[in-house]
Nanobody, 122 residues
Framework: VQLQASGGGLVQAGDSLRLSCVAS????????MGWFRQAPGKERELVAG????????YYADSVKGRFTISRDNAKNTVYLQMNSLKPDDTAVYYC????????????????WGQGTLVTVSS
């Protein structure tokens, strides 16, 4: 499975962005999908995850109420809607695919996208 992330950019605090990740080469609907991020000098962290059907989601405490993960299996795409962005959200965001939500929460992914940079200025 190949993952292509896009949608990053430079925004001001309080603004919104929507990241997209398009999958190809595999059965997208059978994968749990997630978004990770890594800020300079920090470890990679899971931001959000979504189950195969989209009826189960996971969010890091730092983004709850501000970020929303969704997926469109017909388009092989997972999205991350990011609202009320803060400077602390500045990071490279990666999408990942795995077989189980538990693996995602453990920081594991079978497949990874190339990352898209989100920069939030104060």
């Amino acid at each position: 499975v190949q993952l292509q992330a896009s949608g990053g950019g430079l925004v001001q605090a309080g603004d919104s962005l929507r990241l997209s990740c398009v999958a190809s080469g595999g059965p997208f609907s059978s994968y749990v999908m997630g978004w990770f991020r890594q800020a300079p000098g920090k470890e990679r962290e899971l931001v959000a995850g979504i189950s195969w059907t989209g009826d189960s989601t996971y969010y890091a405490d730092s983004v709850k109420g501000r970020f929303t993960i969704s997926r469109d299996n017909a388009k092989n795409t997972v999205y991350l809607q990011m609202n009320s962005l803060k400077p602390d959200d500045t990071a490279v965001y990666y999408c990942a695919a795995t077989r189980a939500m538990s693996s995602l929460i453990a920081g594991l992914g079978n497949y990874w996208g190339q990352g898209t940079l989100v920069t939030v200025s104060s």
